[in-house]
């Protein structure tokens, strides 16, 4: 019998195999290091979907993960004791044992119903504020929201979604839920969620990063479970950085009360204020709608321009819809943030705002003029005047599970059931063709070329440059790189 000794690593330290994996170093080379087999580090890559979450929810030192004979029943369990605690209600261990009782009986939940009092947003801002404010910078005040996102949603189905709730249905299957937060001085934006229903796309497939935190469950929306990893995992990079901010939200279902975090002050906005105090509520969400949409349209006048016909124009896909909402995120202005801050009542009306912008006004990218002369060329049922009905088609999309305790089993079961599904869409494609680095760099020195010859303004230069850059680092490193190359080689 073999006298080696197992080698068990903890999620920490499997986490960090997998980091180092995905930077392109071996199997064989961590097999080495750490004394293990090769299908020991094959293993943990294997589980990588399984380790990160439990990375990102902290639990770091576990080396294995036991689950319960009753899984579905613990979740259901645990949830609902979360939702209770949120409601101020006392538990003990007798209760929560009849609770378990009667969830492996019946496989629901009767819940109370909570009587909301209605706050008086002046005493808030009167009171409440100027005490977070003595201690916070503008620099450290965050909000942060969520919002539902029809990614599909093209002008002319503008009448057909409007005021649509969308909590299940063939509808559900077109939106996803974005959270968004920024401080209160617009300098910085916190990296988007995007909640979508489908835990690995089919267009995923050969995608190495995101620039978003992709989440999923069989509704797209947000959950306590989402917000609390997101949470802890932002109050340990303030830690590290020994940074303290304060964060906002409003009393939702989704936002449930967080112990124990050591850099994050957490506060909620009183009931029912939220339309006027929030300040992702006062517009900013409103700005980025638009952006996205602007974007969506463009893309189909891209599409038409090609040849395509509005039947013949590609689907978009949940990674369209990202990368388009990251972008919207990006032309987001300062100034925007700042101001809807400002409209909420964070920032008194007799300071001077030296930060000016108008997201709607402002000829940032697509000058309205060239955006007015390619709807009507192309005879897109959309104008000027009713553009913001269309960015505002979705504003009463649902993004989060209302506080009925029965629903809470059936939740529970069809998520466990969409965890083991890697598929998506049926009408979206398998994947997006993977680019060779050659590829890539010949593309990136074309548009290089033409932001060099073609744009007087030196910031977007100096990024195009710095993008060439990147890409001719990569080439080199991967191709070159590989051979054993002598500096004669290039001399002959």
């Known amino acids: 019998m073999s006298s080696v000794k197992r080698k068990c690593f903890t999620i920490e330290e499997k986490s960090a195999i997998l980091h180092r994996l995905e930077a392109g170093e071996s199997n064989a080379t961590l097999a080495k290091e750490f004394g293990v087999s090769h299908s020991t580090i094959s293993t943990i890559k294997k589980n990588k979907y399984k380790i990160e979450p439990l990375f990102k929810a902290n639990v770091l030192k576990c080396k294995r993960v036991r689950t319960s004979t009753h899984e579905q029943l613990d979740k259901a369990l645990l949830q609902w004791f979360k939702l209770q605690r949120d409601r101020g209600i006392p538990l003990n261990g007798h209760l929560l044992q009849e609770k378990a009782n009667f969830f492996a009986r019946h496989g629901k939940i009767v819940g109370e119903s909570l009587s909301v009092q209605q706050s008086d947003v002046h005493d808030w801002l009167e009171k409440d504020l100027p005490t977070l404010r003595a201690q916070f910078s503008d620099d450290e005040i965050f909000n942060a929201d969520e919002t539902g996102l029809f990614y599909k949603l093209t002008p002319d189905k503008t009448l057909k979604f409007k005021g649509e709730k969308c909590t299940g249905g063939k509808l559900s299957k077109e939106r996803i839920t974005v959270m968004v937060a920024a401080n209160m001085s617009g300098t910085a934006k916190k990296k988007l969620i995007v909640i979508g229903k489908s835990q690995r796309p089919r267009c995923f497939k050969n995608v190495r990063h995101l620039p978003v935190d992709y989440e999923s469950n069989r509704k797209a929306w947000m959950t306590g479970d989402i917000f609390t990893k997101w949470a802890r995992a932002w109050d340990r990079e303030l830690t590290k950085k020994n940074k303290k901010i304060l964060l906002l939200v409003d009393n939702c279902p989704a936002h449930p009360h967080i112990a124990d975090l050591k850099n994050i002050t957490l506060v909620f906005l009183p009931p029912n204020t939220t339309s006027v105090l929030q300040p992702m509520d006062q517009g900013i969400i409103r700005a980025l709608k638009a952006h996205f949409r602007k974007n969506l349209v463009l893309k189909m006048i891209q599409f038409l321009d090609g040849g395509c016909s509005s039947v013949e124009c590609p689907k978009i896909t949940v990674l369209d819809a990202i990368l388009m909402i990251q972008d919207a995120w990006t032309q987001l202005k300062q100034g925007t943030i700042f101001n809807c801050y400002k409209h909420a009542g964070f ?119 710095r993008i060439h850059n990147a890409v001719r680092s990569s080439y080199y490193r991967t191709k070159v790189c590989q051979k054993q190359t002598q500096i004669t080689d290039f001399l002959r």
């Open 347 to 465: 920032v008194r009306s007799n300071v001077e705002c030296t930060i000016t912008s108008d997201d709607f006004n402002e000829e940032d990218d697509v000058p309205l003029s060239i955006w007015a002369k390619a709807i009507d060329k192309h005879q897109l049922p959309i104008t000027n005047e009713d553009f913001e009905q269309y960015a505002r088609v979705d504003d009463a999309v649902a993004t989060c599970e209302e506080p009925f305790d029965e629903n809470i089993v059936d939740n529970i079961i069809a998520d466990d059931a969409n965890s083991k599904d890697s598929d998506g869409d049926d009408d979206e494609p398998e994947f997006y063709p993977t680019l060779s680095v050659s590829e890539a760099l010949k593309a990136a020195e074309t548009l290089n070329v033409f932001v060099q010859t073609n744009f007087d303004d030196d910031h977007m230069k100096t990024m195009m440059s």
